[in-house]
């Protein structure tokens, strides 16, 4: 009989090529391979009123997801203003977490995408090194300014290249729902 270390050393080589080769779990932000891990990926029906996400309908297709509905505790104050034609005509909302809340039409869903994306580094800027595809996502722009958990946050988002795109996904459910854009 053989010794199990010995076939588990075997298999787990294989095992962790067999994971690199699907690509999935990527968080190169110029590799355009979506969002981060974790990140909500799902879209929402906006509100049709500021082309944001909307509230749950329980789980229904095209809504945030349902495994998902509270934050855990990650305490955030944020301004959040979107222009979603590029054309300087902006909508400005509040955004609080823990307890969520705030102007925000879905603050419970927008405080887990804060959570899932990192906390206050997701607010950071593509480093500028970062080779990112040059693909242009639309005219949208945000700008997020408060508190993460403490910590200062002042960023602006485009949907100008690869990178840029990611970024705004990974806060999709905060920034906006850019198909009813």
Do not use: K
């Not at 080779?131 to 403490?150: K, L, R, S, W």
């Amino acid at each position: 009989m053989r010794d199990p270390r010995v076939t588990m050393a075997l298999l787990l080589p294989g095992l962790l090529l067999a994971g690199c080769a699907t690509g999935s779990g990527s968080t190169d932000p110029g590799s355009g391979g979506g969002a981060p891990p974790g990140a909500p990926t799902t879209s929402v029906p906006p509100d049709t009123s500021t082309g944001l996400p909307g509230p749950s309908d329980g789980g229904a297709a095209g809504t945030r997801p349902s495994g998902v509905l509270s934050p855990t505790g990650l305490p955030a104050r944020l301004t959040v203003t979107v222009d979603r034609t590029g054309d300087g005509d902006t909508r400005t909302w509040s955004l609080t977490c823990d307890p969520p809340g705030g102007a925000h039409p879905d603050p419970a869903w927008a405080c887990v995408a804060i959570e899932q994306a990192g906390g206050a580094s997701a607010f950071d800027p593509v480093p500028r090194d970062t080779a990112c595809t040059q693909i242009y996502g639309g005219p949208q722009t945000a700008h997020v300014e408060g508190t993460v958990d403490g910590t200062p946050v002042d960023a602006d988002f485009t949907r100008n290249n690869g990178c840029e795109i990611n970024r705004w996904n990974a806060l999709q459910p905060v920034l906006g729902d850019t198909a009813a854009m």
